[in-house]
């Protein structure tokens, strides 16, 4: 394992997340796994989620980090318990009240500080363009920029390739990929709404019910409604 | 002031950020100030610095966040007690272990979301490259890249423009450029090291006093030790 270069893997606890530690070790990297709480309504649920797949991993380097001045920014369902979570609408062109501004870009930030003192070489970040909800930081436009702005950034030494290995997949192909390389779906974590049983309605996990179904897969997860995508 | 555009200037209570005030002023902006804790050793003689200077301007949209994740990645002496903090080497060409990895990076990320949220069009950070101690983040290069990237992952009616109005100056040019725009050098803090009395020895203390020095102009901060520069 030692002469294995590094990646930060960042771990939600969610599929797309957990997707990218299995490809960060199919390239031939050790995985170091971080996760974000920022005040998101499920943040204890999906911390365990994060240990849960770390685990299962046999992951050593972590790091969980508060990022509550998200929260504090607020304008967002995701952060700001004034704003109620949308049902999903999944044909809508608009950019959905669950957007944080410009939360990736905080999370890489984060995460390039992270690999800075690390020595990794590589971040993994589980964003999807095509089968997403439309944030404007999802793009791999985007990242390229960050890519080129974090080793300006840097020190000399620092050389981070953004990774973005399901960028172009759709949420059936995730699952598809994910049953290849045998993800621990069961372990993941999807909904922003609910933290016992996922609640099925949000625009998460419509998604990933959506995208379970196309790919004829069933979600190991149990649902407190299991709307039917056909 | 309504009609006026807003520009989001970071202000670390330092002399640098605080002439990025009068240049917003200058330029036709309506200021909101922006303050981040992150476990630094000053951390609240800088914030009464902040709100003593946004008085004086009678800014009215104030953010003041807690980035102390910072402090957790660690790995520099401004926010790790197990690093002593080094005394200045103004000659040496090394990256200072005051160096917090990407801090610019993680700063820009934070102002922009909030400049996304109260619609400001502008962000000023009083990044100084010439005469600064040699951080990679601090570089016009840098900031052109993550100026692309922001206007990239942001919704497409977010436009900003990163202005660094003092990034080719001297500290000797800083103080000139803000005696003329009668800057309240009197409110502002720079010590990495104390918090009563400024300790004269540090990175931040030399280069101010170097720069007042060259600038034929009496610092009207008080020293425990005022070292002289010719």
């Known amino acids: 394992m030692s002469n294995k270069k590094t990646a930060v893997v960042l771990l939600s606890g969610g599929m797309d997340s957990s997707l990218c530690i299995a ?13 974000l709480n920022y005040g998101q309504k499920t943040e204890t649920r999906e911390l365990k989620s994060f240990h849960d797949i770390s685990d299962y991993y ?10 509550s001045y998200l929260t504090q920014i607020g ?9 109620d979570i949308e049902k999903a609408d999944l044909d809508s062109k608009e950019i959905p009240s669950s957007y944080v501004p410009f939360r990736n870009g905080n999370i890489l930030a984060i995460a390039a500080a992270w690999a800075e003192i690390i020595g990794a070489e590589a971040l993994y970040i589980g964003a999807v363009e095509a089968d997403s909800s439309g944030y404007p930081d999802c793009r791999r436009s985007f990242f390229d920029a960050f890519e080129e ?4 950034g840097t020190k000399p030494e620092t050389n981070l390739k953004i990774i973005t290995p399901i960028i172009n997949l759709s949420k059936a192909e995730i699952v598809k990929r994910g049953t ?5 779906f069961e ?15 949000c625009d998460s996990c419509a998604l990933r019910l959506r995208g379970f179904s196309e790919a004829g897969v069933v979600d190991p997860l149990e649902y407190k409604v299991r709307p039917k995508y056909d």
């Open 23 to 35: 490809e960060a070790i199919e390239a031939g990297f050790t995985p170091a796994t971080m996760h």
């Open 180 to 184: 290849g390389l045998k993800l621990p």
């Open 58 to 67: 046999g992951i050593e380097k972590r790091l969980v980090s508060d990022v």
């Open 149 to 152: 702005a974090v080793n300006l």
């Open 75 to 83: 304008g967002s369902s995701l952060t700001d318990d004034a704003v």
């Open 187 to 201: 372990l993941t974590w999807s909904c922003y709404s609910d933290s016992e049983k996922a609640c099925g309605v």
